[in-house]
């Protein structure tokens, strides 16, 4: 069982000694997300934004083998920001790691938004563009090939507040993502 009292982002990992654990993550019997082998080897790793509330992490074997498995959970830190955006300044270009999971190929800006209002975000990069807004430790909305080609766009209503507007290249790959927040 994982409880959490506020939003987080989380990562569960299950490591089964060379036996191919699977992870289940639930919550009231409905199935949240799941993962085969995102950790190391045939282990299985979920990162994900998660809502307050009580989840159950369930661990099975690829095969229905009997497995001891080690299961860990933990609430990542927030990442440093790479940057300051405000509505309709200038474009910045943020540029992102290569990473070996979508959360450490991923960086990170600070946008303040000073008075309600709609925006229009993009994410531009010579590759494959995702754009993520959080905030106070929740995903509000997260966005791939909405733009031109692969390009990430969102459109949105924002009340006044900082938000973290998190980027990474699809790959997983080093890029120079280049954000643009306009009033609507």
Known sequence: TLTLAAPSEVQ???????MDAQLLLLQADSL???????????DAQIVSFLAPGTYQVRV?????????????????????????IAPGAPPTVINTPQGDSPRAASAEATLTIPAAGNFRLDAVS?????????????????DS????????QITRQ??????????RDYGNRASAITVTVAPQ
């Open 145 to 152: 090939d909405s733009g031109d080609g692969t390009n990430a």
């Open 12 to 18: 569960i990992d299950a490591m089964g000694g060379g």
């Open 126 to 142: 010579s590759g494959d563009a995702e754009l993520m807004i959080i905030q106070n430790g929740a995903m509000l909305v997260q």
């Open 158 to 167: 924002l009340a006044p507040g900082t938000y973290t507007l998190r980027v």
């Open 32 to 42: 949240v997300t799941q993962d085969s082998d995102s950790g190391a080897g045939v």
């Open 60 to 84: 099975v074997e690829w095969r229905g083998r009997a497995m001891s498995a080690r299961v860990q959970a933990q609430v990542l830190p927030p990442m440093t920001p790479a940057a300051q």
